[in-house]
């Protein structure tokens, strides 16, 4: 039987009329997936962004938007400023996270910052107002990092510091394997040696935002008991790797990346 044009031009719009209400029924039963926050991710002293790229693919893979910062290493004020710009161009929450000397650099650039949700330490600082990376790395016994700094004195009477590469492997990177690990030593960035000794100033922000702290159980840079100690006065949510180096998060990728996004389902 045919059908007339007008009865299928009714039958058309009925059918797309029942077609919408469907779908907006199922959109109403079904809300999308709340979007993701974004990790920022802060290399500290002796490294660069190109180190965190194992755990950039797991969180990508996870469907975490993430931007890695190139932290200036010149100086704790700053750095947080030039990281919370950056920090600040981002849309929606985020989840800060810094490796090191970048621990002091999240703990300054997020405060009062509320789009930042949680805060991530990964083998790093987190001081108090007026402390240092050096008092702080000092308070424990177990750093050996002095003995390895080699320094590069510059115009205008600031001074760079490296770790020696031949050094670098056992002093930074003990359970990286050992070719690339020389290649992370050639491709060190140094740190002017003042940021290492530059009060932290103003409110830190891990007093009032979650904090999460990843202790590398081997860590000849920043003592465990000082990571440990640190954690524990911020509160933060810890896990420890047992036997791993400063670059935990080159050895460790799957286990950085897990514990970032454990700290990133909280702000949900």
Request: aromatic share 6%.
């Amino acid at each position: 039987m045919k059908i007339s044009k007008v009865a299928a031009s009714a039958f058309t719009v009925a059918f797309g009329a029942a077609a919408l209400l469907g779908g907006v029924h199922a959109a109403g039963a079904h809300p999308r997936a709340e979007a993701k926050p974004t990790v920022v991710l802060v290399h500290g002293a002796f490294a660069d962004s190109s180190g965190w790229n194992a755990v950039v693919q797991r969180l990508r893979r996870d469907g975490y938007p993430v931007v890695s910062a190139a932290n200036p290493l010149r100086g704790v004020a700053s750095d947080a400023a030039s990281v919370r710009a950056l920090v600040d161009s981002v849309s929606g929450p985020v989840v800060l996270v810094g490796h090191s000397y970048g621990g002091s650099v999240i703990s300054q650039a997020a405060t009062h910052d509320p789009d930042v949700k949680a805060l991530v330490f990964i083998a790093a600082f987190a001081p108090e107002t007026g402390e240092t990376a050096a008092g702080l790395s000092g308070k424990f016994p177990g750093s050996t990092l002095g003995a390895t700094l080699k320094e590069v004195p510059l115009p205008g009477g600031h001074t760079d510091l490296y770790i020696d590469p031949k050094l670098f492997p056992q002093q930074f990177a003990a359970d990286v394997p050992a070719a690339e690990a020389k290649l992370y030593a050639i491709a060190q960035r140094p740190i002017d040696q003042a940021a290492l000794t530059e009060p932290s100033s103003g409110p830190q922000a891990w007093h009032s935002i979650p904090s999460f702290t990843l202790i590398s159980g081997a860590d000849k840079n920043i003592p465990p008991a000082a990571q440990r100690f640190m954690a524990q006065r911020a509160h933060a949510t810890v896990e420890t790797v047992k036997g791993a180096s400063h670059m935990v998060f080159v050895s460790h990728p799957a286990v950085t990346a897990d514990f970032i996004e454990r700290a990133a389902r909280t702000t949900r």
